[in-house]
């Protein structure tokens, strides 16, 4: 028996994967963790759909910047729920070039730059192995958690994410595009009357985007 809210009690952060070919490409994962402390390895989680995904694996380098607090939500609206496929999501979005690698430097805690030294197949996802040739503390501000990013920012998984489960609400809407809940349950306006010109919080599309949930 799995029970999926025991997934809840793992701690996950926020992380945006950046590496180039032809163009930058980029996403946001919650999925990272240091395998090493001596000679400094990490292994990120990417789903096998993504666009980053496969520059990665073509290229075996990428950066992570590991998100704040503070990090400004069009980042995580650009690079969480859209693909590099479709857009250039480093287009309007402030970055370094370092190491022949675009990172975003700005509203982060630091960032790593990674070769990947092995890449482990999982079924849906891939696990990327990076050998650490460079860190870099750019500010104190504090690192933003999984558990900060959807308690106060409202955020939700996409279902690309190693992390999405599937909520059962009995009156709500869920935007298609980032998956966010709008449930009329614990809102003092149901989404029947708001405002046409209303937006999701958390991807930025109108009303016509979201969808009733039917259990």
Not at 102 to 123: A, F, G, H, Q, T
Not at 168 to 181: M, S
């Amino acid at each position: 028996m799995i029970n999926k809210d025991v997934f809840r009690d793992i701690s996950y952060g926020m992380y945006l994967v950046s590496t180039k070919d032809e163009k930058n490409v980029g996403c946001i994962t919650n999925t990272l963790i240091q395998i090493t402390s001596e000679n400094p390895i990490i292994a990120i989680s990417l789903n096998k759909n993504n666009e980053t995904n496969r520059v990665i694996t073509n290229t075996n380098k990428f950066a992570v910047s590991v998100l704040s607090e503070d990090t400004d939500q069009e980042i995580i609206k650009t690079f969480g729920y859209s693909s590099s496929r479709d857009i250039n999501k480093f287009e309007n979005i402030e970055y370094e070039e370092i190491n022949n690698l675009p990172v975003i430097v700005k509203n982060v805690s630091s960032y790593l730059i990674c070769d990947v030294i092995n890449k482990i197949d999982c079924n849906t996802h891939d696990l990327f192995i990076g050998q650490v040739k460079e860190t870099v503390k750019v500010s104190n501000n504090s690192p933003m958690t999984y558990k900060y990013y959807h308690e106060v920012r409202k955020g939700t998984s996409p279902k690309n994410a190693p992390t999405f489960q599937e909520v059962k609400h009995e009156d709500a809407y869920r935007c298609t595009i980032c998956g966010y809940i709008y449930d009329n349950a614990k809102e003092e306006v149901r989404f029947e009357d708001l405002p046409d010109d209303w937006k999701c919080p958390t991807c930025g599309v109108g009303k016509d985007m979201f969808e009733k949930i039917t259990n």
